[in-house]
């Protein structure tokens, strides 16, 4: 009976000993994983990939190892909390310009080429989530393989526009945009040597597709955004004055026409009258006054044949 006893306290005694010795992987539902072997007297050997929202115990010694699941982004707007700085190009009359922007995509997490990601990129940069968070190790990651490829494939685009069309002109800077992306795929997959960066709604399964490039016009430095602005306004005044131009010659082309019909001196009277320099009276039709035009400032309404100042007299 006391062996017995004995012998059932080692038991439990070594099952608490191979308990905690053993490791565990546990993933959110935006990580998935990889386990290693790599115990004490064994050589570390790939074990298997681990799903979403999962826990599995392993050996005592395994390593463990999770990365991003799903939709991610590499913003290099260059502020605060971003992944990397804005990226130069040159354009094809030799300004340097400054693009901001996002990379979304989602990190291929199909088992073998998750396992080939770590093995070749992974390891190098230390790229794994730590306690669910992406590291510096990732985002040093994703400078050498995202924005190395983007900023060779927007500088090739760039060399064939100009700045003012890529800074001004939007149908300009959408074809530049795509241009870029399709460019920027290629470059992306060579630089990474597989698809290891697929479109944003990849889940693990089916076709890679490629990561989306969202880009904001390129910006040219303050000393020619200046310039642009002052030969905007430049332009904008030239064309008022054309405007004011035309104007001016309408209104003497009307000047003209009038004169043709009314004569020198009857187009002054009229034009007395339009801007109210001239009194007028109205004479009841038949009444036999007759009241010359007196100009504003002037004497008194005078008689026909009457001197200046001379009442108006009914005609007998």
Known sequence: MRKTAVLGLAIAVAAVGVLSGCTSINTQPDETGLTYNAGPISDTRF?????????????????HYTYPFGQRTY?????????GNPISVVTSDNV?????????????????????????????????????????????????YLKQPLDK???????????????????????????????????????AGSDYFCQPSYAGTGPCGN???????PVPPENIRAALTAEQEAVAQNNA?????????????????LVKVLGPDAYVLYKAVQEGKVSVLPVPAGSGIAIPPTIA????????????????????
């Open 47 to 63: 074990d298997a990939c681990v799903t979403p929202s999962t826990r599995t115990w392993d050996g005592p010694g395994d390593k």
């Open 75 to 83: 913003d290099f707007s260059g502020g605060e909390g971003t992944d």
């Open 96 to 144: 340097t310009m400054t693009v901001t922007g996002v990379a979304t995509f989602s990190l291929n997490t199909d088992c073998k080429t998750l396992r080939q990601f770590h093995e070749r990129i992974g390891i190098k940069f230390q790229a794994w989530m730590v306690d669910g968070r992406t590291t510096d190790g990732w985002r040093t990651m994703l400078n050498v």
């Open 153 to 191: 494939a927007m500088d090739a685009v760039s060399k064939k526009y100009g700045y003012k069309d890529l800074y001004s002109d939007p149908a300009i800077k959408e074809r530049w945009e795509d241009e870029v992306g399709r460019l920027a795929s290629q470059f992306i997959k060579d630089q």
């Open 211 to 217: 990561a989306v490039l969202t880009l904001q016009a």
């Open 241 to 257: 004055q054309k405007q004011r131009n035309e104007t001016v010659r309408t209104e003497l082309e009307s000047i003209r026409e």
């Open 297 to 316: 400032g002037g004497g008194a309404p005078v008689a026909p044949g009457g001197g200046a100042g001379a009442p108006v007299a009914p005609a007998r």
